[in-house]
């Protein structure tokens, strides 16, 4: 029986193995065609943006794709405009895509959303989901949320939404809303909600008010010139 020759690991092959092991879990790709998608019609959607480097694709519009998974979000770091409406998606990380400035996750069954890490977000659509809340304290640069038709429990927004200026919340589940950090509202919906009061003093703006539905004012909407500022 031929005994094995056990030779010592040089001190570079040890350095190639550890940044091996430990670059394994931030593993990025140059080219598309090289990155193993899970779902298949997230594939086919991102080949059809007929992109061949993974750092040129900057805008995908997947929406109506029967996707289920787009685990693959992540290694398109470039991305600033993002389509998934009307699919099957239950969970989605966006914290890889900084850039991203318009989102799109209408009509699916997104459970819960982390946008700490997209702070250059101007347009956010997640209406038609299973949010119970949506936190946008670090999203100062957004213009318009639409989440409506959710079971919103909680809506946090920031210190300052100086550009926020349309938020759609009908439908949810709300007992309380604090919008005077949004002084430049134009339009709040915030119909069929639990609300038992709702504070207008700083909304200077708003021109478009829909409130009925809730524990207050009876559950009507309140004439024009008790709430218009002028």
């Known amino acids: 029986m031929h005994s ?5 690991l040089t001190f570079s092959a040890l350095a190639l193995i550890t940044t091996s092991l430990l670059g394994g879990c931030s593993k990025s790709y140059e080219l598309v065609s090289e990155i193993p998608f899970a779902d298949q019609q997230f594939r086919a959607c991102v080949l059809d943006a007929d992109e061949q480097y993974v750092e040129d694709i900057t805008e995908l519009d997947c929406d109506s794709k029967d996707i289920k998974s787009v685990a693959e979000l992540q290694y398109f770091e470039n991305l600033r405009e993002l389509s998934l409406k009307d699919n099957f998606l239950t969970e989605i990380d966006i914290s890889n895509n900084p850039s991203l400035r318009e989102l799109n996750l209408d009509d699916n069954e997104i459970q819960s959303l982390d946008i700490s890490e997209n702070e250059q977000l101007r347009t ?32 946090t927004l920031g210190k300052k939404h100086n550009k926020l200026e349309k938020l759609a919340l009908q439908s949810n589940e709300l007992t309380t809303l604090d919008v005077s950090k949004a002084p430049n509202l134009t339009l709040l919906n915030v119909m069929n909600n639990e609300l038992t009061a709702l504070n207008l003093t700083h909304n200077t703006q708003l021109t478009t008010l829909q409130e009925q539905g809730n524990k207050m004012n009876g559950g009507k909407q309140r004439p024009a010139a008790e709430w218009r500022k002028k």
């Not at 094995?4 to 010592?8: A, F, G």
């Open 4 to 8: 094995k020759i056990r030779t010592p």
């Open 124 to 155: 956010l659509i997640v209406s038609n989901n299973e949010l119970e809340s949506l936190d946008i304290s670090n999203n100062a640069k957004l213009e318009k949320v639409f989440a409506h038709q959710n079971q919103l429990e909680s809506m």
